[in-house]
Nanobody
Framework: QVELVESGGGLVQAGGSLRLSCTAS????????VDWYRQAPGKQRELVAT???????DYADSVKGRFTISRDNAKNTVFLQMNNLKPEDTGVYFC?????????????????WGQGTQVTVSS
């Protein structure tokens, strides 16, 4: 069993900053790619940022230069530093992780989602 828990969301004024965390726990052998998604009311979930096992990163055009994704493998935690926030960044932020877990004598690959954390940016 694996659990992903996001934290760090909240209410902030435009131009402000928040730092989100996504921590994985359970029978984890290795956490591979981790993505941050967000979903605004009435809109589809969109990919915001990705970090690979080796630390390579990619961002949606809308957040480039403002958001930074990073990871602490020892703590099974991925962060999303969000600066210069805009009202259009408002939404529920979810992390999604590709994780190898220990299953008896072997390993099993699976994708996991957290429960989400609300980010609200006021104008």
């Amino acid at each position: 069993q694996v659990e992903l828990v996001e934290s760090g969301g909240g209410l902030v004024q435009a131009g402000g900053s928040l730092r989100l965390s996504c921590t994985a726990s359970g029978s984890i052998f290795i956490t591979k790619d981790v993505d941050w998604y967000r979903q605004a009311p009435g809109k589809q979930r969109e990919l915001v940022a990705t970090i690979g096992t080796s630390g390579t990163t990619d961002y949606a055009d809308s957040v480039k230069g403002r958001f930074t994704i990073s990871r602490d493998n020892a703590k099974n935690t991925v962060f999303l530093q969000m600066n210069n926030l805009k009202p259009e960044d408002t939404g529920v932020y979810f992390c999604n992780a590709d994780i190898l877990t220990r299953q008896g004598p072997g390993l099993m690959n699976g994708g996991y989602w957290g429960q989400g954390t609300q980010v609200t940016v006021s104008s």
